[in-house]
């Protein structure tokens, strides 16, 4: 039952943050990446102020424990910066998929630092959700071109991201495991924002309100951002994450169906099939 738990709190992580990634890139086209991320993260620090005074719990406090929760706060913004500077510069089935393989590096590191083990089951499941996540999020025909222009088009912001996140993600687990799903967000957000205002102020960034409909989307962009971060603290306290990683990291096809629907914009042979494997690989997993 608590394998169900937890793939069910990450498969709302992988809803969540595509379709924040949908409405953020909407917003960045109009107000900028800097703007628009600084907006977002503020925003999502409203309701987990909410659910701290809701479910107080003070952790406690080691030398190793801060230095994590502070390398999970900077690496953590370092990602948001470089995956809002990469939507502003290129497409977001180029940026969104490239960013997304953290996953890989989170599992790595999980198995490496926590001596996580999976079954054969879960090991393919996770394998072929990888493979699934990277076709339908990429349409592979606009991914060869945009990488020949890689320095103007978002992919090294997306591989940054990918670094940073890969980080980020592994690290968040002994936290959740010391401080509860909601203490451990609030302090790595914590984190994140004085990174994220201190990095405004040495750039010496301008912010300035977007029109209300931006605004909104903005808004909505940060209230999904925050239940994606919630869900994946909190399966976090079920499963693995090299398990949870992987699943959550599928958010881009999320965001690729979204533009399809909404945006018309064409799902390519290699996306519908990428779909296909991601089922495919969620059923592996749930089944182990």
């Known amino acids: 039952m608590t394998l169900e738990i937890g793939i069910l709190f990450a498969i709302t992580t992988m809803l969540s943050w595509g379709v ?55 690496f953590g913004i370092i990602g948001y910066i470089f995956l809002y500077r990469g939507f502003q510069k290129g497409n977001v089935s180029v940026v969104s998929p490239i960013s997304a393989c953290w996953a890989i590096i989170t599992t790595l590191l999980a198995v490496f ?105 903005i808004i909505i962009a940060g209230l999904l951002d925050f239940s994606g971060f919630l869900t994946f603290n909190l399966s976090l306290t079920t499963e693995f994450v090299s398990i949870v990683g992987p699943i959550a990291a599928t958010y881009p096809a999320v965001t690729v169906m979204l533009a399809y629907v909404f945006l018309k914009e064409r799902v390519a042979n290699n996306q519908k099939i990428g779909i296909a494997a991601i089922l495919t690989g969620l059923a592996l997993i749930s089944l182990s």
């Open 113 to 217: 630092l926590f001596k996580e083990q999976l079954t054969l089951l879960q090991i393919i499941g996770v394998v072929v959700v990888f493979v699934g996540v990277f076709l339908a999020s990429t349409n592979l025909a606009e991914l060869r071109k945009s990488m020949k222009y890689w320095r103007h088009n978002g992919v090294m912001d997306g591989i940054i991201c990918m670094i940073a996140w890969g980080i980020t993600y592994a690290l968040i687990k002994p936290i959740v495991a010391v401080a509860g799903p909601i203490m451990a967000l609030l302090l790595f957000r914590a984190v994140a924002i004085l990174t994220l205002f201190s990095w405004v102020g040495v750039t010496k960034t301008k912010i300035s309100l977007p029109a209300r409909l931006i605004f909104l989307f």
């Open 20 to 74: 924040a990634d949908f409405f953020a890139k909407k917003a960045i086209d109009k107000t900028g990446y800097r703007a628009s991320l600084v907006i977002n993260q503020s925003v999502s620090l409203v309701p987990i102020f909410i659910c701290v005074i809701l479910f107080f719990r003070v952790p406690s406090f080691t030398v190793d424990l801060v230095f994590t929760i502070l390398l999970t706060g900077v």
